[in-house]
């Protein structure tokens, strides 16, 4: 009778194991996991607004230990847009270069634009200095990668706001004429920042790989600066230089900050559209590519 019991319950227990497999839902894990576009790309989405408490406060760290460091403190912030102003200034007052006539006042043109393209320096090389700085940190810490995008983000627009403060003093000193244009100093602000932080995130997996990317960017980026509008007018496309300058994709942003900015009319609005969209298609792949590639990386680096 024992037996027949015992026997009785093991098969009452495997009715009712067999009711509960039948009733859960059947789930199949493979190693091949597939990747999805548009899955990554929310998900990088999500990670850049849910990670923007600790990308705060990664800048504000990063802020205060490289003003803390320095003697002249945040005043270098002001010295070094204003003597490289004062360069481009003292050049052409002495004819010493021909940069064309401008229909402002040379210094807060020049001043402009020379702020125009530190916005576009620091937004390309932000986000390749900032995984860079926190490298050793990556293998050990797990935390949101994206933070650090945002976080470069945050540093620029710091220092963009210094000396925008500087360019209100000037203003001051040099009055412009209000225009319609000026409205559109806000689009022209984030165009510059999205086209940067595109270009930075794109090379930015390349640079943690290869060293010598974040090496050759500088000098590249001083020669860029040389076929952008950055200190003289936009030229007609004439000749080779002038179909160049014009038709850099760079030339609509820089031109259209400073018209924004002074006033001016603004130019080439079909190009500066189509850079626009092109810099969030780019943006995009970037983040995806970012986020997939990071943690390869990342553990590469550990080992």
Do not use: H
């Amino acid at each position: 009778m024992k037996t027949k019991g015992g026997r009785d319950i093991l098969l009452t227990l495997g009715k009712l194991l067999q009711l509960m497999s039948d009733s859960l839902p059947t789930r199949i894990y493979s190693s091949k996991k597939e990747l999805s576009f548009w899955r990554v790309l929310r998900e990088g989405l999500g990670a850049l607004r849910k990670s923007n408490f600790l990308a705060l406060q990664l800048a504000k760290r990063d802020i205060k230990a490289q003003y803390r460091q320095s003697f002249l403190g945040l005043l270098w912030s002001l010295i070094l847009p204003l003597s490289t102003a004062l360069v481009w200034v003292l050049l052409r007052s002495s004819n010493t270069v021909n940069l064309g006539e401008v229909n402002v006042n040379y210094v807060l043109f020049v001043f402009v634009g020379t702020l125009s393209w530190s916005i576009l320096t620091e937004s390309i090389l932000g986000p390749m200095n900032m995984v860079l700085s926190m490298r050793t940190t990556l293998s050990k810490i797990n935390f949101p990668k994206e933070a650090l995008i945002t976080s470069s983000v945050y540093k620029t627009g710091f220092n963009t706001l210094v000396k925008l403060i500087i360019l209100l003093v000037l203003m001051l000193i040099y009055p412009v004429e209000m225009g319609g244009s000026m409205l559109f100093f806000p689009v022209s602000l984030f165009a510059l920042f999205l086209v940067g932080t595109a270009i930075g995130l794109f090379i930015t997996p390349l640079g943690l790989l290869i060293g010598d990317v974040g090496k050759i960017l500088t000098p590249l980026m001083q020669v860029l600066m040389y076929v952008s509008p950055v200190v003289f007018m936009t030229p007609k496309p004439e000749g080779f230089f002038g179909k160049l300058v014009y038709y850099n994709p760079l030339t609509p942003l820089i031109s259209n900050f400073r018209n924004a900015l002074l006033g001016l009319p603004l130019e080439q609005m079909s190009y500066y559209l189509m850079t626009g969209i092109a810099a969030i298609i780019v943006f995009c792949l970037a983040l995806v590519v970012f986020r997939i590639t990071i943690p390869i990386i990342t553990e590469r680096i550990g080992g």
